[in-house]
Nanobody, 120 residues
Framework: QVQLVESGGGLVQPGGSLRLSCAAS????????MNWYRQAPGKEREVVAT???????NYANSVKGRFSISRDNAKNTVYLQMNSLKPDDTAVYYC??????????????WGQGTQVTVSS
C-alpha cells in the first residue's frame, strides 16, 4: 500500500527556518520524481519544488534561493529545507510522487499534508 507521510511543519517566525520530511513506502521510490506542493486557503495547489529521479531540481520563482529540496533514496525520504520564511509561505505543504515514462499511464501519489504557519 502506497504511503507518503509528511512531518516537520509548525509555527515559525518570519525569517526563520523549517525542514519538512516525507517518508515514502509501497512503491519504487528511486524511480519517481518527488515534489513539494503547497495550498493556501482559497487558493489552488501549486508546485513549490521538484527533484527528479536523477537528482535534478527545480523551484517556483517565489522560493528560489530560500528553499532546497533533496532526497535520500536509501531512506525513501524527500526533504524540503525552508529558510528565510515569509508570511506568504503559510500553507499546507504536500508531498507528491510522480512518474510518467513514455506514453504509458501516469502514476502519482499524495501525502496528507503538513501545516506551515509563518507569523510573528
Amino acid at each position: 500500500q502506497v504511503q507518503l507521510v509528511e512531518s516537520g511543519g509548525g509555527l515559525v517566525q518570519p525569517g526563520g527556518s523549517l525542514r519538512l520530511s516525507c517518508a515514502a513506502s509501497g512503491f519504487t521510490f528511486s524511480t519517481y520524481a518527488m515534489n513539494w506542493y503547497r495550498q493556501a486557503p482559497g487558493k489552488e495547489r501549486e508546485v513549490v519544488a521538484t527533484i527528479s529521479s536523477f537528482g535534478f531540481t527545480n523551484y517556483a520563482n517565489s522560493v528560489k534561493g530560500r528553499f532546497s529540496i533533496s532526497r535520500d533514496n536509501a531512506k525513501n525520504t524527500v526533504y524540503l529545507q525552508m529558510n528565510s520564511l515569509k508570511p506568504d509561505d503559510t500553507a499546507v505543504y504536500y508531498c507528491n510522487a510522480d512518474r510518467h515514462i513514455g506514453i504509458g499511464p501516469r502514476q502519482t501519489y499524495w501525502g496528507q499534508g503538513t501545516q506551515v504557519t509563518v507569523s510573528s
